[in-house]
């Protein structure tokens, strides 16, 4: 079992920047961690994700604008948010996975982020 974390969310104006991160309860050197997120009356979508090796990828409408990273020392991960639009506005989960290893998935409970003038 994995418990995940996440903490720094809030409110923003449009323009501005935000780091979420994630905590983990124990190593996740074997697991693909991620951020997704879910807006009101939408289905939950891939914002980024970031592989054992640090192979990153990122949902089409955050390219450029957000980055993923992983401390494996410190079982954490973050997601850097700049220029954030009031599109981004959702609840935010991180996710770690190792479906192909052993079919484990772990989510945490999500943090809020809302963009608004």
């Known amino acids: 079992q994995v418990q995940l974390v996440e903490s720094g969310g809030g409110l923003v104006q449009p323009g501005g920047s935000l780091r979420l991160s994630c905590t983990a309860s124990?190593?996740?050197?074997?697991?693909?961690m991620g951020w997704y997120r879910q807006a009101p009356e939408k289905q939950r979508e891939l914002v980024a994700r970031?592989?054992?090796?640090?192979?990153?990828t990122y949902g089409d409408a955050v390219k450029g604008r957000f980055t993923i990273s992983r401390d494996d020392d410190e079982n954490m991960v973050y997601l850097q948010m700049n220029n954030l639009e009031t599109d981004d506005t959702a609840i935010y989960y991180c996710?770690?996975?190792?479906?192909?290893?052993?079919?484990?998935?772990?989510w945490g409970q999500g943090t809020q982020v809302t963009v608004s003038s």
């Open positions: 996710n770690a996975e190792r479906r192909l290893l052993d079919g484990s998935e772990y």
């Open positions: 970031i592989t054992v090796g640090g192979t990153t």
């Open positions: 124990r190593t996740i050197v074997t697991f693909i």
